[in-house]
């Protein structure tokens, strides 16, 4: 069975672009989550679906962050006018109810903002 | 929203001893708990979940869950330099399952 797959890998930024970050869930999964993960912490969740539905985005940083999942499988995060301290890695994860709400997380985005 | 506090933030163990770690939720709804392990430059993996109270073995890993104190803790005995990560602990309450929060993390360092 195929992981969470999430694009690109890596990003650098100067202050001020934009970028967005791609997550493809395992197949069947219904619930995705976003979550922020700065260096050497804990991941902070940023906005989570169920199906094509936003259940919660209220703990995104700001209308600088919006999040999409229009047909209930990929999602695409995107930043604008990103700053310093945006630096983190992004991590996509995705659960299934009869999973025990286990999250199975993709490799992450390494996000550096300078 | 719900706060998760880990405890100690770093700790170092020689090969072969225990491995103690401490999680609790200050959220009194909270009723799911989950550990994860993220080995460095990796993704964070399930590594147990506890829903209720008592105690869950598997291996040489022991969780134990107090709901009543909301406090998990996570034993890992005879530990090996593999088991050198970030622990981190992970919640969610009863009013919305799929809320999942995570603590900051614990980092374990298992030295030969």
């Known amino acids: 069975e195929a992981g969470v797959t999430q694009s690109p890998r890596y990003a650098v930024l100067q202050e001020g672009q934009a970028v967005s970050f791609w997550c493809d869930p395992i197949?069947?999964?219904?619930?995705l989550y976003w979550y922020q993960q700065p260096r050497d912490q804990g991941p902070q969740l940023l906005v989570y679906f169920r199906d094509e539905a936003v259940i919660d985005n209220s703990q995104l940083p700001s209308d600088r962050f919006s999040a999409v999942r229009p047909k209930g499988t990929n999602s695409t995060l995107k930043i604008q006018s990103a700053k310093q301290g945006d630096t983190a890695t992004y991590l996509c994860?995705?659960?299934?109810?009869?999973?025990?709400?286990?999250?199975?997380f993709g490799e992450g985005s390494r996000l550096i903002v300078v | 929203q719900q706060k998760v506090q880990q405890s100690p933030e770093s700790l170092i163990v020689p090969e072969g001893g225990m491995a103690s770690l401490n999680c609790t939720s200050s959220d009194r709804n909270v009723d799911y708990f989950w550990w994860y392990r993220q080995h460095s430059g990796k993704s964070p993996k399930m590594l147990m979940?506890?829903?209720?109270?008592g105690e869950k073995e598997e291996g040489r890993f022991t969780v134990h869950l107090n709901k009543a104190s909301l406090h998990t803790s996570l034993h890992i005995r005879d530990s090996q330099p593999s088991d050198s990560a970030l622990y981190l602990c992970?919640?969610?309450?009863?009013?919305?399952?799929?809320?999942?929060?995570f603590g900051k993390g614990t980092h374990l360092h298992v030295l030969p």
């Open positions: 994860a995705s659960s299934f109810p009869s999973s025990g709400n286990t999250l199975y």
């Open positions: 992970a919640a969610s309450d009863d009013t919305n399952a799929y809320k999942v929060i």
């Open positions: 197949s069947g999964h219904d619930t």
């Open positions: 979940s506890i829903f209720s109270n």
